[in-house]
């Protein structure tokens, strides 16, 4: 009997979503990534393996915020002018310290440390030179433009959390603190299978009955928005035997295994049949549309994600369970995120008893509310719906019918900007 005929057994089948989601995340929390630790220029993306304390006050000193003049905030005039002698000046990053006495003050520039009798910075702009002198009017406030030791990041405070993913601002708090190198979960290893008999690369003419791989170009952008980039797997013919030895190959290589088609009630469906038979299927089928045929299992250590053909459910099933596996690997905080809500703009029927994750554009109107607008291409293989869509709109197995301006859960996806 061909293994995609072998009928998987022992595993969960049709399962909700969120239990489903569970499912995923508890598996990934005994697969964690170790860590290793990495230049700040390659560690965008990643995600943190440790707290990170300040070792020191951030801004270390306190110092100008304004390019101007340091004095006592005490000696401002409350009427009429005051003059302060010129003691000297202190501009950033000179290491010099400038005492000044009464009736004086010190020029400074943005970012300079402010002298340490100084309390109060006045901007430029709003003072007379007089030879070595400067005329302040009444009208300033005492304490101003300055920033106090600390005011940023306290010195031992926790300036990251273990799991926070390294933005670009994160990366600067690492680099404020004085860390040159992050210690970060290892990145995924991840294989990406694409098969079908029916499938040509975009560069070759199309014959009967053939259409141009998409999925392959669609799943390797969501790794890639995730820095993750996809293992070299040979491209497969529908034969099960070829496509053994190859997944256990990736299994043995990779952290995770990802494959697109042949995963629901097809003669060349192999997956489901090939994953019990090399390892274990955790479940198979989601109460989902599209993505209903979805199979997460294991192979070796490996998680197997067999993300069905159809190229809107390869991808939406991508957003669903793989990109959460792949941040959960990694110990990622922002594995699970609550969902986000916005407003239908159109009414809407569902009928049938799955899950729901219609193509929509979002649009942040006047009223200051987010609404989403579902596009007119629906099918699970109308790529075009994707391709225009921010986020898909979450519909729960039991809506039936939506008024427009009903809240609804949204799971935005990911842009280029
Ligand atoms: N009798 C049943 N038929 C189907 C069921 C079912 O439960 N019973 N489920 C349907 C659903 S829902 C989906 S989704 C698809 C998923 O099928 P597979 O994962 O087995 O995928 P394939 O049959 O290989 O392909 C489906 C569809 O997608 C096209 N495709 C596949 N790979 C690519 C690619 N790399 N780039 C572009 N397009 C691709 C393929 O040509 C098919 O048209 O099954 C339903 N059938
Ligand atoms: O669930 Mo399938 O993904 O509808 O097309």
Not at 129 to 155: F, S, T, W
Not at 182 to 194: C, Q, S
Not at 220 to 227: E, F, Q, S
């Amino acid at each position: 009997m061909p293994a995609g005929h072998t009928p998987p057994t022992e595993f969960a089948t049709r399962l909700p979503v969120a239990e489903a989601r569970a499912h995923v995340l508890a598996l990934c929390a005994e697969r964690r990534l170790a860590s290793e630790s990495v230049a700040l220029d390659q560690a965008l993306g990643r995600v943190l393996a440790a707290d990170i304390l300040a070792a020191h006050d951030q801004p270390p000193f306190a110092n100008s915020a304004m390019d101007g003049y340091a004095l006592r905030g005490a000696e401002l005039p409350r009427e009429g002018e005051r003059r302060f002698r010129i003691a000297g000046q202190m501009l950033a990053g000179a290491a010099v310290e400038i005492a000044f006495g009464r009736g004086e003050c010190v020029r400074i520039t943005t970012g300079a440390p402010l002298p340490r009798d100084a309390d109060t910075v006045v901007i430029k702009e709003n003072v007379r030179l007089d030879g070595d002198a400067i005329i302040v009017g009444a009208g300033e406030r005492a304490g101003a433009n300055v920033r106090p030791a600390g005011e940023d990041i306290r010195a031992g405070a926790r300036a990251l959390r273990a799991g926070d993913m390294l933005t670009p601002a994160r990366l600067g708090v690492l680099a404020a603190c004085g860390q040159a190198r992050a210690h970060v979960a290892r990145r995924p290893r991840v294989a990406l299978f694409v098969t079908g008999d029916e499938l040509v690369p975009p560069d070759q003419p199309l014959g009967y009955g053939q259409i141009h791989d998409s999925n392959r170009y669609g799943l390797a952008g969501m790794l890639r928005t995730l820095g993750i980039e996809p293992e070299p797997v040979a491209r497969l013919r529908d034969d099960p035997e070829a496509l053994r030895v190859a997944l256990l190959e990736a299994a043995r290589r990779c952290d995770l295994v990802i494959s697109s088609g042949g995963v629901s009630a097809g003669e060349a469906d192999y997956l489901p049949g090939l994953v019990a038979e090399l390892g274990r299927v955790h479940f198979w089928k989601v109460r989902m549309k599209p993505g209903m045929p979805i199979l997460c299992g294991s192979i070796e250590s490996a998680l197997v994600f067999a993300l069905p053909g159809n190229p809107v459910s390869s991808l939406a099933t991508f957003e669903l369970f793989v990109r959460p596996a792949l941040l959960a690997l990694q110990g990622a905080n922002e594995a699970d995120p609550p969902p986000r809500k916005a407003r239908l703009a159109a009414p809407h029927v569902k009928r049938h008893e799955r899950a729901e994750y219609l193509r929509a554009r979002l649009e942040w109107r006047d009223d200051g509310a987010c609404w989403a607008t579902p596009l007119e291409q629906q099918g699970s293989g109308m790529l075009r719906g994707m391709a225009g869509a921010d986020a898909l709109v979450a519909l729960g197995e039991d809506v039936r019918e939506l008024g427009a301006g009903a809240v609804v859960d949204i799971l935005p996806l990911p842009g280029l900007c």
